[in-house]
């Protein structure tokens, strides 16, 4: 991630100066240097700032990862932006950059937690306003983080620590967000002012899928619907004219197929010449040969090789597309939204496969040489399970007795020690290593991680302080664990603006000042002899 210069201190302090010689003695208890310092706490002032400024970042990992595949990109989804915020703290914590670290915006999260009709599935039924919503929570709490650790350099340099070059370099906690527009809300109007929304919030990149939007579902879901290809350009044209219009020329537009698991669609496009795209998509429905006499009041028929065929239609009137016929759509909708405005990619598929996964980029990439795929490590494959099959098939075709392995049994604890489970797990940790070489994954995201980690944690804590540990279970598996390891909201007042509230109070009021800080505030006892204040840490 791109280092903030901080000059932008010193013509601050040069301006504000000017204007205190310019009101003259109604501005005599304005400081200067408080007024800049506070200036330089919050690098960007909108979101349209924050998108046009992380769309660039993005775009430079993309030229990036053509030039290497090492290069790929990760995110994690995050549904609030307190765990956004804490997520960004701990990776610049622990590898001491945000560089090509992003976050994720899960439509599916969005639903399940954030509206106001309660938990719902992910079927596009939450209010679109909460997409921007939570975009815009999201940077308010990154921007925080910000300020927070700006404000904590500044007090150290007011106390003769030599930080300045740190100041000078400092690297933001703001990075790029890949927000989930779902199937666009609506039509492509309603896809336009929604994604004019999110942008302004300060997303700018737009995963956009191929489903019907009133009928959408889970890509991990039966009964998707797609719908025809111009219909998704259509909205594809809608996302980008939304980023031109706001002059965010540098938008990233992520095209999602559901193809490679739907088999169903609304809508039988018109073809005007044989062989075009609308020819293409009706080459996948599934029809039966007729004759003239055997149809039927009403009926749909089509003209396929001479022969007069119809449809087949389901009662609830949508058409079915022909078994088998799933890859070649996936390959046809990834040429086509890269034909036609898209930047990345997205495949859902059934199983976390690299081979699998490759087949079909490769097949992309023979027509659109540098296609990149932004992919979902989803929490909804059983990778432990999928990937021991894996292994067990790698295994038996070398020649190894598999006879102490139940095929049908593989998740089983009892094979957590073994040569197989050893195989399967290297093989999950190089999962992302090895298909962003072979696969052309330039993005891997975990769209759920978060859902999964609160239920877990609130799952083991209940356990204990509801049983027998008691308090204990809290200061032993949180406290004492967030003190050991350094993480920042150990001292959860501060995480929450109250050192740089006194700092500021301090600016506006002087000595009248009313602070939280003293020595009655109980988070003096976080304090050790040797602390790490660096990133916001104690040691």
């Not at 879901?221 to 797609?226: L, M, P, R």
């Amino acid at each position: 991630m791109k280092t903030l210069p901080q000059n932008n201190y010193r013509s601050a302090l040069e301006t504000v100066r000017n204007l205190k010689q310019k009101y003259g003695k109604t501005w005599n208890s304005i400081s200067p240097e408080s007024a800049a310092r506070m200036i330089t706490q919050n690098r960007f002032r909108t979101g349209l700032d924050i998108a046009k400024y992380t769309a660039a970042i993005m775009r430079a990992d993309m030229a990036a990862y053509d030039a290497d595949s090492s290069n790929y990109t990760q995110s994690l989804g995050c549904w609030h932006g307190f765990v956004a915020q804490q997520n960004m703290i701990a990776v610049k914590k622990h590898h001491k950059t945000t560089s090509k670290s992003y976050l994720y915006l899960s439509g599916w999260m969005v639903a399940a937690l954030r509206s106001e009709f309660g938990p719902l599935p992910d079927q596009s039924m939450h209010e679109k306003t909460s997409v921007p919503a939570l975009i815009k929570e999201i940077y308010d709490f990154l921007r925080q983080a910000d300020a927070i650790e700006l404000n904590d350099l500044f007090r150290r340099l007011e106390f003769g620590e030599d930080v300045q070059s740190q100041i000078d370099n400092f690297e933001t906690h703001i990075v790029p967000i890949i927000a989930d527009i779902d199937a666009g809300f609506g039509n492509e109007e309603a896809t336009y002012l929604l994604t004019k929304k999110m942008i302004e919030a300060g997303a700018c990149a737009i995963q956009i899928e191929n489903q019907v939007s009133d009928a959408k579902q889970c890509g991990h879901q039966d009964g998707k619907v797609t719908v025809p290809h111009e219909d998704f350009i259509a909205k594809i044209n809608a996302i980008r004219y939304a980023f031109l219009e706001l002059e965010v020329d540098d938008g990233i537009i992520v095209a999602r197929t559901d193809s490679e698991g739907a088999g169903l669609t609304q809508k039988l496009p018109v073809s005007k010449v044989a062989g075009d795209l609308a020819s293409q998509y009706l080459s996948f429905v599934e029809a039966e040969e007729i004759e003239i006499y055997e149809a039927m009041e009403d009926d749909v028929l089509l003209k396929r090789d001479g022969k007069l065929v119809r449809p087949v239609r389901l009662a609830n009137g949508l058409y079915k597309f022909k078994d088998g016929s799933n890859i070649d759509r996936v390959v046809l909708d990834c040429i086509t939204s890269l034909q036609n405005g898209a930047d990345l990619l997205w495949i859902e598929t059934p199983t976390p496969n690299v081979k699998q996964i490759a087949h079909m980029v490769n097949r992309v990439k023979e027509v659109v040489p540098n296609a990149k795929l932004v992919y979902n490590n989803s929490p909804s494959f059983n990778w432990t399970l999928n990937f021991r099959n894996q292994a067990y098939e790698e295994m038996l075709a070398e020649g190894e007795n598999m006879t102490a392995y139940d095929r049908n049994n593989l998740m089983s604890e009892e094979y957590d020690n073994t040569e197989l489970c050893f195989l399967a797990d290297e093989k999950i940790k190089t999962f992302q290593i090895d298909s962003a070489k072979e696969a052309g994954i330039f993005h891997h995201l975990i769209t759920l991680p978060t859902y999964h980690t609160t239920a877990l944690h609130m799952n083991d804590l209940s356990k204990g302080y509801f049983g027998e540990e008691g308090m204990l279970a809290y200061v032993k598996d949180v406290q004492r664990q967030e003190i050991r390891k350094g993480v920042a909201c150990v001292k959860h007042q501060r995480m929450a603006g109250s050192n740089l509230g006194d700092d500021h109070k301090t600016f506006f009021a002087g000595e009248k000042a009313l602070k939280a800080e003293g020595v009655n505030n109980t988070s003096n006892q976080f304090e050790v002899k040797k602390a790490n204040v660096e990133h916001g840490c104690v040691a």
